[in-house]
């Protein structure tokens, strides 16, 4: 049986308004940026194709984080990402080898996720995977809140085209199959938004160490 190949995506292109404008896909997070930390999470997941899409002072993030130990890795500059997530999202998938089968998308401020769960929720995509032949969505969700990362099955038999805005691929959940997993996971829903969320990160950080 051929390999089942599986993308990753870390949206990653937005202004953080709400921090000041700073960017804070560079903002330090023990001895690695925010944005490091979710790239090297996928480069140790060894999946097929990884995307991380860019936006906002993307020249500086390009030379503040590497992507170097993973040659399935590139980078995807969004000239047009004050025009919202879906831009950078249909970008990523635009940009998706034909070969890959399902595609999972994280969010590039999430830097607390744990291995566990992604590999629960890749499970769980390719076992339906093997039964379903319609589009599907696989995502976490902790203390019944949903989050990322999101596994996207049979992505290629989407209609992406009405999705606007800012909020990705979440305007297509009423259309396709949505299955929800709860996990022992804070990080699927913890985002680096606010000061006072950098000030957690960096607490829960020292807590973990």
């Not at 969320?197 to 950080?205: F, G, K, P, S």
């Amino acid at each position: 049986m051929e390999r089942h190949r599986i993308a990753a995506v870390i949206l990653a292109a937005g202004t953080s308004n709400r921090l000041g404008r700073k960017a804070k896909q560079l903002l330090p997070l023990g001895e690695r940026r925010i944005l490091q930390h979710v790239i090297d999470l996928t480069i140790q997941q060894e999946f097929d194709q990884i995307l991380v899409v860019i936006g906002y002072q993307a020249k500086r993030v390009q030379k503040m984080i590497s992507l170097q130990g993973a040659r399935q890795a590139n980078w995807l500059v969004n000239d047009q990402y004050r025009d919202g997530q879906s831009k950078s999202f249909l970008m990523a998938l635009a940009h998706i080898n034909p070969m890959i089968q399902s595609v999972m998308f994280f969010l590039g401020d999430q830097p607390f996720i744990k291995h566990q769960t992604i590999e629960q929720i890749k499970a769980s995509g390719l076992k339906r995977q093997l039964k379903e032949e319609k589009p599907f969505v696989v995502r976490p969700s902790y203390n019944g809140k949903v989050g990322h990362p999101i596994y996207w099955g049979n992505h290629h038999c989407i209609d992406f085209e009405s999705v606007t805005g800012d909020e990705g691929g979440r305007s297509l959940f009423k259309f396709i199959k949505v299955e929800q997993i709860e996990v022992e996971d804070f990080g699927v829903g913890f985002d680096i938004d606010t000061p006072k969320d950098y000030q957690e990160a960096l607490a829960h950080l020292e807590r973990v160490q």
